[in-house]
């Protein structure tokens, strides 16, 4: 099996039975923010989108780039479609001229023609990418790879129980805007962001643990921010907080735990994966690359200038009335609203900057009183203040997702009284009917894990209140915290408190006291029953 590096979380997958393309990106994503790096521009893209099958494992665009797949991948290619609870990923697929789709049943293999052996596990929760993630798993003349790219399985033992993988493709660095967009103090942000960089590898070391591939290949990440408004972003300033730590980095932090098996993939470079052995073949060698990194940025930045000050002539739209169009779009929504409202439970504000980088026009979305309107000076626990010129395109191009696109895009800053809320973003991706009613119908179908577990000196429930990691092999309990590795979410154990979020109280008392007695419930998720 051969696999082609092809920049981010893209790769070619080569075998004698036939070729796939996956999640080619290229042009810049999220309001000119992210590019890929190392740049994969100059690629002989004309040759690599000649392929036989194409994978595309979800909407983020740092996966799905629609002009990059219309103008160079072959429309003769097979689109493998993961199962999604909605039809937005073929429609946009069919949108750019594909016409053959092979609808995957999630954990069910399937064979193509010559031998070729496919598996998509789909993971549909609200929180999973812009509704839904999936990894692809590969199999042809005994030779097993797992591309999991940036989707976090509660286990990876499906992909195990079909046969040992030489190959393993993940995530490894971060792709959100937590903590550097937060009005913080600097020592507070650089101590957030150094959490969640080492919860990022420690997440990472876990599935590697899981899967015990022959090689691991670290990919999905991290992207680069040419802007100058967004340069500070880039892992190349000695802060320990920053979250996008790059492949050299991980080759380093996996020694460090004993890992030898790490084959990086820069654009161009191709690994040959037999049952013993990976010859990779590299442009340039990787850590020289690497030494150079400050040098490969400043002369991309200078570069792709031109690209992003044309997108930046694009987003204005004065003629756009923000509040009314706000009004006409979200109010609909709100109204419809049962789960994801009670659990934002109060208003958001959006503080909008003018052109003239001034002026402030205030709106509140207010969940409890189902209204979009202008704000009151009454107290928010939820604020984000970004350029008006961005809300202004999203409502020009109709953008049903707010967070593929604002908040990924990293150009606004944010401020909350307590914790981090799911729904607020849950909310924010499903600005359509199609996914605010599929949200609406994932929240109310969660119940309660009956199921009773021992981690140290206390039983808790097994499946974590978030996601529903299995927390006999994420759990770690630290006096009276438990810390949810899959996602980094952690729990006072004596209240059941969630410490991390609002709206997800864990299940625990101390080993050899007795279990209450339950009460039946129909209270909504992310409200303890005392508040039904």
């Given at each position: 099996?051969?696999?082609?590096?092809?920049?981010?979380?893209?790769?070619?997958?080569?075998?004698?039975?036939?070729?796939?393309?996956?999640?080619?990106?290229?042009?810049?994503?999220?309001?000119?923010?992210?590019?890929?790096?190392?740049?994969?521009?100059?690629?002989?893209?004309?040759?690599?989108?000649?392929?036989?099958?194409?994978?595309?494992?979800?909407?983020?665009?740092?996966?799905?780039?629609?002009?990059?797949?219309?103008?160079?991948?072959?429309?003769?290619?097979?689109?493998?479609?993961?199962?999604?609870?909605?039809?937005?990923?073929e429609d946009e697929l069919r949108e750019l001229g594909f016409t053959s789709f092979l609808r995957t049943r999630s954990n069910e293999?399937?064979?193509?023609?010559?031998?070729?052996?496919?598996?998509?596990?789909?993971?549909?929760?609200?929180?999973?990418?812009?509704?839904?993630?999936?990894?692809?798993?590969?199999?042809?003349?005994?030779?097993?790879?797992?591309?999991?790219?940036?989707?976090?399985?509660?286990?990876?033992?499906?992909?195990?129980?079909?046969?040992?993988?030489?190959?393993?493709?993940?995530?490894?660095?971060?792709?959100?805007?937590?903590?550097?967009?937060?009005?913080?103090?600097?020592?507070?942000?650089?101590?957030?962001?150094?959490?969640?960089?080492?919860?990022?590898?420690?997440?990472?070391?876990?599935?590697?643990?899981?899967?015990?591939?022959?090689?691991?290949?670290?990919?999905?990440?991290?992207?680069?921010?040419?802007?100058?408004?967004?340069?500070?972003?880039?892992?190349?300033?000695?802060?320990?907080?920053?979250?996008?730590?790059?492949?050299?980095?991980?080759?380093?932090?996996?020694?460090?735990?004993?890992?030898?098996?790490?084959?990086?993939?820069?654009?161009?470079?191709?690994?040959?994966?037999?049952?013993?052995?990976?010859?990779?073949?590299?442009?340039?060698?990787?850590?020289?690359?690497?030494?150079?990194?400050?040098?490969?940025?400043?002369?991309?930045?200078?570069?792709?200038?031109?690209?992003?000050?044309?997108?930046?002539?694009?987003?204005?739209?004065?003629?756009?009335?923000?509040?009314?169009?706000?009004?006409?779009?979200?109010?609909?929504?709100?109204?419809?609203?049962?789960?994801?409202?009670?659990?934002?439970?109060?208003?958001?504000?959006?503080?909008?900057?003018?052109?003239?980088?001034?002026?402030?026009?205030?709106?509140?979305?207010?969940?409890?009183?189902?209204?979009?309107?202008?704000?009151?000076?009454?107290?928010?626990?939820?604020?984000?203040?970004?350029?008006?010129?961005?809300?202004?395109?999203?409502?020009?191009?109709?953008?049903?997702?707010?967070?593929?696109?604002?908040?990924?895009?990293?150009?606004?800053?944010?401020?909350?009284?307590?914790?981090?809320?799911?729904?607020?973003?849950?909310?924010?991706?499903?600005?359509?009917?199609?996914?605010?009613?599929?949200?609406?119908?994932?929240?109310?179908?969660?119940?309660?894990?009956?199921?009773?577990?021992?981690?140290?000196?206390?039983?808790?429930?097994?499946?974590?209140?978030?996601?529903?990691?299995?927390?006999?092999?994420?759990?770690?309990?630290?006096?009276?915290?438990?810390?949810?590795?899959?996602?980094?979410?952690?729990?006072?154990?004596?209240?059941?408190?969630?410490?991390?979020?609002?709206?997800?109280?864990?299940?625990?008392?101390?080993?050899?006291?007795?279990?209450?007695?339950?009460?039946?419930?129909?209270?909504?998720?992310?409200?303890?029953?005392?508040?039904?």
């Open positions: 099996m051969r696999v082609t590096g092809t920049g981010h979380a893209s790769m070619r997958i080569d075998t004698a039975a036939g070729s796939i393309l996956c999640d080619p990106w290229v042009n810049p994503a999220y309001f000119a923010s992210w590019f890929p790096f190392p740049d994969n521009s100059q690629l002989d893209w004309e040759s690599l989108g000649q392929v036989d099958y194409l994978y595309v494992s979800h909407l983020h665009r740092d996966h799905f780039d629609a002009a990059h797949l219309k103008r160079f991948v072959s429309k003769k290619a097979t689109v493998l479609l993961p199962e999604y609870p909605t039809s937005e990923l293999v399937v064979e193509l023609d010559g031998g070729l052996n496919v598996m998509i596990q789909a993971l549909t929760s609200p929180t999973d990418g812009p509704i839904g993630d999936s990894s692809l798993w590969v199999e042809h003349d005994g030779i097993r790879l797992l591309n999991q790219n940036d989707a976090r399985p509660t286990d990876l033992s499906t992909f195990a129980a079909l046969g040992h993988v030489h190959a393993h493709m993940l995530q490894f660095s971060g792709a959100i805007w937590y903590p550097m967009v937060y009005e913080l103090p600097a020592a507070a942000k650089t101590a957030f962001g150094k959490q969640k960089r080492e919860r990022q590898f420690d997440r990472t070391w876990r599935y590697i643990d899981d899967l015990k591939a022959s090689y691991v290949f670290p990919i999905a990440g991290p992207p680069c921010f040419l802007d100058d408004e967004l340069w500070q972003f880039n892992d190349i300033h000695g802060d320990e907080g920053n979250i996008f730590p790059d492949q050299q980095v991980f080759l380093t932090e996996y020694a460090k735990v004993g890992g030898t098996n790490a084959v990086v993939l820069l654009p161009g470079s191709v690994a040959e994966v037999t049952a013993d052995d990976c010859r990779a073949t590299h442009p340039q060698p990787v850590e020289e690359f690497f030494a150079g990194k400050q040098a490969h940025l400043v002369e991309m930045r200078e570069r792709k200038r031109p690209v992003i000050e044309a997108e930046k002539a694009s987003w204005r739209h004065p003629e756009i009335d923000v509040l009314g169009e706000m009004k006409r779009r979200i109010e609909p929504l709100l109204e419809e609203s049962v789960y994801l409202a009670k659990g934002v439970g109060g208003p958001v504000r959006f503080d909008l900057v003018g052109y003239d980088g001034e002026s402030v026009e205030s709106i509140v979305v207010d969940f409890p009183g189902k209204q979009v309107r202008p704000y009151a000076d009454e107290k928010v626990r939820y604020r984000f203040r970004t350029e008006r010129a961005l809300v202004e395109h999203l409502l020009h191009i109709g953008e049903v997702d707010w967070v593929n696109s604002l908040f990924l895009s990293c150009r606004f800053s944010a401020a909350r009284i307590g914790q981090y809320n799911e729904f607020v973003y849950a909310f924010f991706k499903c600005l359509s009917t199609e996914r605010l009613q599929y949200a609406e119908g994932w929240y109310a179908e969660q119940r309660p894990d009956a199921e009773d577990i021992k981690l140290g000196d206390w039983i808790v429930q097994r499946r974590c209140p978030h996601l529903k990691a299995d927390l006999t092999r994420f759990g770690i309990v630290d006096g009276d915290q438990l810390t949810c590795q899959l996602h980094g979410w952690r729990f006072d154990l004596p209240s059941g408190r969630c410490l991390t979020s609002v709206g997800h109280e864990i299940r625990a008392r101390r080993a050899g006291t007795p279990a209450p007695e339950e009460t039946p419930t129909d209270a909504p998720v992310g409200q303890p029953a005392a508040q039904a």
